[in-house]
T-cell receptor, first 112, second 114 residues
Framework: GQQVMQIPQYQHVQEGEDFTTYCNSSTTLSNIQWYKQRPGGHPVFLIQLVKSGEVKKQKRLTFQFGEAKKNSSLHITATQTTDVGTYFCAGERTDSWGKLQFGAGTQVVVTP | KAGVTQTPRYLIKTRGQQVTLSCSPISGHRSVSWYQQTPGQGLQFLFEYFSETQRNKGNFPGRFSGRQFSNSRSEMNVSTLELGDSALYLC?????????????FGPGTRLTVT
């Protein structure tokens, strides 16, 4: 089963609204990566977070790594139809060095 | 730079057969990881190869195997195919390792087992 949990599994968003997807691990993560997969496409790297409490922004996307390095979030403001896709987090657990554990993903549907 | 390429893109096999999938990483990348993606299980890690050595392995049966060549190209093999092996198989390359660097995914091979 998934050792890196991601919620929600599905997210229906009205265009212009904000939403957040969350990633949680029972053990400490040394780093976390986020990927986006468009329908019919392959995952594309968005960002990597390494430091406790780190916050990074990419235009309308804000990524955060928790203080305890056990959770992360992706917040998208003013959602656009181009944001459609599945967002995956992937973390390297400190008890499983070198191995990325992917979350199940949050599938985002945007209605105009 | 050319991206990650995977061949074939689509494959239909019968239960009990075996299959070999190929992945060519981005030039200069030494790490190649393989993933199985299904609607129910998401992205499941199969294995990672680095400089021709398997560095990490996921929780898949021994029917799933792989190798990496000196030019970093990688193949994965699935023997005695089962219906449940139907999935999108993705490979990803990175300069040094899957967990420390961003991974570049290929378009995947869609395997259907009948």
């Amino acid at each position: 089963g998934q050792q890196v949990m991601q919620i929600p599994q599905y997210q229906h968003v009205q265009e212009g609204e904000d939403f957040t997807t969350y990633c949680n691990s029972s053990t400490t993560l040394s780093n976390i990566q986020w990927y986006k997969q468009r329908p019919g496409g392959h995952p594309v790297f968005l960002i990597q977070l390494v430091k406790s409490g780190e916050v990074k922004k990419q235009k309308r996307l804000t990524f955060q790594f928790g203080e305890a390095k056990k959770n992360s979030s992706l917040h998208i403001t003013a959602t656009q139809t181009t944001d459609v896709g599945t967002y995956f987090c992937a973390g390297e657990r400190t008890d499983s060095w070198g191995k990325l554990q992917f979350g199940a993903g949050t599938q985002v549907v945007v209605t105009p | 730079k050319a991206g990650v390429t995977q061949t074939p893109r689509y494959l239909i096999k019968t239960r009990g057969q075996q299959v070999t999938l190929s992945c060519s990483p981005i030039s200069g990348h030494r790490s190649v990881s393989w993933y199985q993606q299904t609607p129910g299980q998401g992205l499941q890690f199969l294995f990672e190869y680095f400089s021709e050595t398997q560095r990490n392995k996921g929780n898949f049966p021994g029917r799933f195997s792989g190798r990496q060549f000196s030019n970093s190209r990688s193949e994965m093999n699935v023997s005695t195919l089962e219906l449940g092996d139907s999935a999108l198989y993705l490979c990803a390359s990175s300069p040094q390792g899957q967990s420390s660097y961003e991974q570049y995914f290929g378009p995947g091979t869609r395997l259907t087992v009948t």
